[in-house]
């Protein structure tokens, strides 16, 4: 994993330091509707069967995202091997970052590693179809709706019904062909 730069973030692999920054993150309501219904993570209690990614700054292929001026914390980026030549595409930003493009830039930046440095042929991303905002981002950077799933959950939190949409960007698409 490298460090990344974009305009006006660094992605850096992610380190025990974060830890604070990652769970943070998982006590906003707001940055955990669409992953858990908006309850905060118990931090005492870890759900060993979560959906949803839960860093705590040993994950390997997850990068924690500061901004170039200040080093502030905005959020953190993964891109998970899913096979031999597939990834997963994540990321999780704090609340007051939504709506600058600072998603788009951090996911875009990965997306390009992936492809030019990762050896990866196509690279996926998921989110829960109202997840109007997520959505754009993965369109913003050229991921191409796929498909729409759905599934029984257990404890289905308000949305859930309409389904989880699946992007994708192969390597030839990122080429421009």
């Known amino acids: 994993m490298a460090i990344l730069q974009t305009t006006r973030l660094t992605l850096s692999p992610c380190r025990p330091d974060d830890r604070a920054d990652f769970m943070a993150l998982e006590l906003d309501p707001e940055v955990m509707r669409f992953l858990n219904g908006g309850y905060a993570v118990d931090h005492q209690r870890i759900d060993e069967n979560a959906t949803f990614l839960m860093p705590r700054g040993t994950e390997p292929y997850v990068w924690t995202a500061r901004r170039k001026t200040d080093g502030a914390f905005v959020g953190w980026f993964c891109l ?53 905002g997520s959505r754009r981002v993965m369109e913003k950077i050229g991921m191409k709706y796929i498909r729409t799933v759905f599934a029984d959950w257990p404890d289905p939190i308000p949305g859930s019904e309409q389904g989880d949409v699946w992007y994708e960007m192969t390597r030839q698409d990122w080429r421009g062909g």
């Open 80 to 132: 998970s091997p899913e096979g031999d030549h597939s990834a997963e595409l994540g990321y999780r930003l704090r609340r007051n970052e939504w709506g600058q493009g600072l998603a788009s830039e951090g996911a875009s930046a990965l997306v390009d590693w992936g492809f030019r440095n990762g050896g990866y042929d196509s690279i996926v991303a998921t989110t829960m179809a109202v997840n109007l």
